[in-house]
């Protein structure tokens, strides 16, 4: 079992930056695929990132590839969301989510095991 912890969020301009990061307690981190997501007020949850356990291999929204980059430190236990270029439609609570098993291309939120409580991202226009 992992316990996701994600932090970073808050306020920003349009056309401005931020870092989300999600710490992971528990064993066996670098076993587990890691994902981001959001969910927008009414609307529902929608696929961000995922990167596969290794790091070698990412896998984007076609609305963030390319502004959007996300990162892990298995030594760490932490994955990261570099977020740029930032636009008032990504305001949204944004999640870290953890799966165990399987491939890593994948955006389907029901897929995956264990997530965080979520950080808001708000982007002012």
């Known amino acids: 079992q992992v316990q996701l912890v994600e932090s970073g969020g808050g306020l920003v301009q349009a056309g401005g930056s931020l870092r989300l990061s999600c710490a992971a307690s528990?064993?066996?981190?670098?076993?587990?695929?890691m994902g981001w997501f959001r969910q927008a007020p009414g609307k529902e949850r929608e696929f961000v990132a995922t990167?596969?356990?290794?790091?070698?291999?990412?896998y984007y929204a076609y609305s963030v590839k390319g502004r959007f980059t996300i990162s892990r430190d298995n030594a760490k236990n932490t994955v990261n969301l570099q977020m740029s270029s930032l636009k008032a439609e990504d305001t949204a609570v944004y999640y870290c989510?953890?799966?165990?098993?399987?491939?890593?291309?994948?955006?389907?939120?029901?897929?995956?095991?264990?997530w965080g409580q979520g950080t808001q991202v708000t982007v002012s226009s």
């Open positions: 989510a953890a799966k165990r098993f399987g491939e890593s291309r994948v955006s389907k939120g029901d897929q995956y095991d264990y």
């Open positions: 528990g064993r066996a981190f670098s076993s587990y695929v």
């Open positions: 990167i596969s356990r290794t790091g070698t291999s990412s």
